[in-house]
């Protein structure tokens, strides 16, 4: 499946974005699916996952500013940032869990900076 993410830019600390992923294929409402995040000189990290039926999981360092959400009839998912750190920028890539490696596609970066 193909899965492209969009909405990153440039934010000031506090401040809020909104990730989308869309998704090629039907087959996505079947897959749990996840927002990754990528540091220059860091491993990726798994920063939000969700279940086909909207179960929602996240990354310590995200509780409670960041929320994740799917929508199985458009084949997109979302991911809404608040209160966004300057330890948050990185590109942000979605794609299923476990990975699939062809589907990590460009990501889209988030910067976070005064």
């Known amino acids: 499946v193909q899965l492209q993410a969009s909405g990153g830019g440039l934010v000031q600390p506090g401040g809020s974005l909104r990730l989308s992923c869309a998704a090629s294929?039907?087959?996505?409402?079947?897959?749990?699916m996840a927002w990754y995040r990528q540091v220059e000189g860091k491993q990726r990290e798994l920063v939000a996952r969700i279940t086909s039926w909207g179960y929602a999981l996240y990354a310590d360092s995200v509780k409670g500013r960041f929320t994740i959400s799917r929508d199985n009839a458009k084949n997109t998912m979302s991911l809404e940032m608040n209160s966004l750190k300057p330890e948050d920028t990185g590109v942000y890539y979605c794609?299923?869990?476990?990975?699939?490696?062809?589907?990590w596609g460009q990501g889209t970066l988030v910067t976070v900076s005064s």
């Open positions: 794609n299923r869990i476990p990975p699939d490696r062809d589907s």
């Open positions: 294929s039907g087959i996505f409402s079947t897959y749990v």
